[in-house]
């Protein structure tokens, strides 16, 4: 059986804890305006632990390798990264929401996975490096 209440749950307490995640990050960026917003980055984080919790609900009847899953979507991640910089010019704020955009993704798929800590930890500490690069090198 693919559905259970149990399992519902941990899925609504995934896509609110990586909602959370996307907003701590997006935070350091907010004060001025950068092409990663809070809402792509919720998307993009929310999209990621989506799929990664249908590749691990459906990978006993309908995927082999879900892993699969997570490799095509950080492809589908990076694609978008490297339009986002080509049409940029590579200029550092533009790196830097490239790297927050790559994180989220990455997060999404952890926690999606049920690697909560580690995603949690991961945004933290990205956090703090955001809003230190913002005041000390951006600047």
């Known amino acids: 059986m693919i559905f259970s209440i149990d399992a519902f749950l941990l899925n609504i307490v995934k896509v609110v804890v990586v909602t959370l995640c996307a907003i701590l990050l997006a935070i350091p960026r907010s004060d001025s305006y950068k092409p990663a917003s809070v809402t792509s980055l ?20 309908l995927i082999s390798k879900p ?17 986002i910089v080509l049409k940029n010019k590579a200029e550092l704020h533009v790196l830097t929401t490239v790297a927050s955009i790559w994180i989220m993704g990455a997060v999404g798929l952890a926690i999606g996975v049920g690697l909560f800590l580690e995603g949690i930890l ?6 703090f490096f955001l809003e230190w690069w913002t005041k000390h090198l951006v600047e």
């Open 42 to 61: 919720i998307l993009i984080g929310v999209g990621a632990c989506l799929f990664m919790v249908a590749a691990l609900t459906l990978s006993p009847l």
């Open 122 to 127: 991961i945004v933290i500490v990205f956090h």
């Open 67 to 83: 892993d699969q899953i997570a490799v095509n979507v950080m492809l589908g991640i990076t694609v978008l990264c490297l339009v």
